[in-house]
């Protein structure tokens, strides 16, 4: 166990649905970021919240929304979605200490999303 | 932008031989570049982070290298056994970045690696 928990494990919904990721980590740590894995491309980071900023990768469509209500906890609320947002996605934690050279993320196991 | 590219895609050897996976990047300016396993269907492991003022990490028949000035990071696994039988992922932190998005991993998209009783 790396200490980072997603449920669920896997989730199938309808485009019209609303559903949400959630990730919880109990190592302490202060950043947490959001990456989707699609088939046969690299994992692309979708959001990071670090010492309570956020950023986002631009091209994440809307219909994606995070929310991380404390440092333990992150959520990936979806809404509206697409046949081709089928992916893992995996939830990350880290320490921030200032220095990137020091940083080491730790993956969740992810939530294998299916579209209808 | 970095980008990080993984060669070759797919790699097939019999038990107990040593491999080399190979790891390229384009920005030279990267503060860690880690090593990662993932079974199919599961997250990522970390296997090992070699930052930038370092040239290689250790962990038990894995060794990780990094040399900044050719791009380039490799993983050497001894005496493969088929409980290596994984995708394997390199990942760094560029310098392209800043604010929290500064510790944005940027990956390649694996060497997946089977090895053969």
């Known amino acids: 166990e790396t200490g980072v928990t997603q449920t669920p494990r896997h989730l199938v919904m309808g485009m019209t649905n609303k559903k949400s990721l959630k990730c919880e980590q109990h190592?302490?740590?202060?950043?947490m970021y959001w990456y989707k894995q699609s088939a046969k491309k690299p994992l692309e980071l979708m959001f990071v919240?670090?010492?309570?900023?956020?950023?986002e990768n631009n091209s994440v469509p809307s219909r994606f929304s995070p929310e991380c209500p404390n440092s333990s906890h992150l959520f990936l609320h979806l809404h509206t979605l697409q046949p081709e947002d089928s992916a893992l996605y995996l939830c990350?934690?880290?320490?921030?200490?200032?220095?990137?050279?020091?940083?080491?993320?730790?993956f969740g196991a992810g939530t294998r999303l299916s579209v209808l | 932008k970095q980008e990080v590219t993984q060669i070759p895609a797919a790699l097939s050897v019999p038990e107990g031989e040593n491999l080399v996976l190979n790891c390229s990047f384009t920005?030279?300016?990267?503060?860690?570049l880690q090593w990662f396993r993932q079974d199919p269907g599961k997250g990522l492991t970390s296997l090992l982070l070699?930052?930038?003022?370092?040239r290689e990490q250790t962990s038990g028949r894995l060794n990780a290298s990094l040399d900044k000035s050719s791009g380039r990071s490799t993983l050497y696994i001894a005496a493969s056994q088929p409980g290596d039988s994984a995708t394997y992922l390199c990942?760094?932190?560029?310098?392209?970045?800043?604010?929290?998005?500064?510790?944005?991993?940027?990956f390649g998209k694996g060497t997946k690696l089977s090895v053969i009783p």
């Open positions: 990350a934690s880290s320490q921030d200490q200032g220095a990137r050279a020091k940083n080491i993320q730790y």
């Open positions: 190592l302490g740590h202060n950043a």
């Open positions: 919240y670090s010492l309570e900023e956020r950023v």
């Open positions: 920005d030279s300016a990267i503060y860690n």
């Open positions: 070699i930052q930038s003022s370092q």
């Open positions: 990942a760094g932190i560029a310098g392209a970045y800043s604010g929290a998005g500064s510790y944005q991993l940027t």
